[in-house]
């Protein structure tokens, strides 16, 4: 069984910063692509990051320049480096990962969400 497993959230005042992370764990063959998304509430859930297996990233609009997603392979972690943080970027973080699994294949995978607020 695979789990993803996010840390790292918690309240900051505008302009701090934060670092998520999520550790994926369980029976795992390989892991493709790893991002972070959010929902705020009254809102869909949005991609905020993500980064291929070879390291290629994506970002939204409103992180870039702020935001930087990064992974240890090794460990199975993705990581997300949060800057110069706005109120609007107040929402509940969920860690994605397509990955495959004996037995079940390839797969979307979510984390349980983390908590951020920005607020003074």
């Known amino acids: 069984q695979v789990q993803l497993v996010e840390s790292g959230g918690g309240l900051v005042q505008p302009g701090g910063s934060l670092r998520l992370s999520c550790a994926a764990s369980g029976s795992i063959f390989s892991i493709n692509a790893m991002g972070w998304y959010r929902q705020a509430p009254g809102k869909q859930r949005e991609l905020v990051a993500a980064?291929?297996?070879?390291?290629?990233?994506n970002y939204a609009d409103s992180v870039k320049g702020r935001f930087t997603i990064s992974r240890d392979n090794a460990k199975n972690t993705v990581y997300l480096q949060m800057n110069s943080l706005k109120p609007e970027d107040t929402a509940v973080y969920y860690c994605?990962?397509?990955?495959?699994?004996?037995?079940?294949?390839?797969?979307?995978?979510w984390g349980q969400g983390t908590q951020v607020t920005v607020s003074s």
């Open positions: 994605n990962a397509v990955l495959r699994s004996p037995g079940t294949g390839w797969g979307d995978y």
């Open positions: 980064i291929t297996s070879g390291g290629s990233t």
